[in-house]
């Protein structure tokens, strides 16, 4: 019986498999061998350059896979998105509820990082606007690892604070289901 002929579906899905695989081989590579072989060849830390490099490509697969995209099975795509995520030093669910929340609430009170603001002086603005653009961004989401140390009691009432001043009541509780219940956690 002779086979279907392959749809570019097919096709994208064995790329998305293959760029899959590559990513998870540069995490395992640079988080467990590299370090095992460095005392050996001190000479290895220079792979970290590609790999350096790879991490547009690698966020791009993990973006693939926040929107559903990656693999056509949603229990796939959650799986390797986590993988890979967790690989790259990321927690996905946080992450995909993050950049979804910036998708659907771009220019928010809560999502402001690419506005230039209009009000107060000048050069406070522009100051602040380029602070934000050049890491002043990438500082403040490093800094919300540490909310994992708050009680989770605090940890609710936190977000359902910052969100309902927000007039986001609504992505709050999203928030608190989809990512800080302890069922979704261990999901």
Request: charged residues 5%; hydrophobic residues 60%; proline residues 11%.
């Given at each position: 019986m002779p086979h279907p002929p392959a749809t570019s579906h097919d096709h994208t899905t064995a790329l998305n498999a293959l760029l899959a695989a590559l990513c998870a081989c540069v995490g395992i590579w640079s988080l467990w061998l590299l370090p095992l072989t460095l005392s050996r060849h001190p000479l290895a830390a220079l792979s970290l350059v590609a790999v350096a490099f790879f991490t547009t490509t690698w966020w791009s697969v993990i973006h693939e896979a926040i929107h559903g995209l990656l693999f056509p099975k949603r229990t796939v795509n959650d799986a390797a998105g986590r993988v890979l995520a967790a690989l790259f030093g990321l927690p996905f669910?946080?992450?995909a509820f993050g950049h979804l929340f910036h998708h659907r609430r771009n220019r928010s009170r809560l999502d402001r990082a690419e506005v230039y603001p209009g009000d107060g002086s000048r050069l406070r603005a522009?100051?602040?606007y380029f602070a934000r653009l050049l890491g002043g961004?990438?500082?403040a989401e490093s800094a919300l690892a540490l909310l994992v140390w708050l009680s989770r009691p605090r940890l609710m009432a936190?977000?359902?604070r910052r969100f309902d001043g927000a007039g986001l009541s609504a992505e709050g509780k999203l928030l608190q289901r989809s990512v800080l219940?302890?069922?979704?956690?261990?999901?």
């Open positions: 669910q946080p992450v522009t100051l602040g961004l990438y500082l936190l977000v359902a219940d302890p069922a979704a956690l261990w999901g």
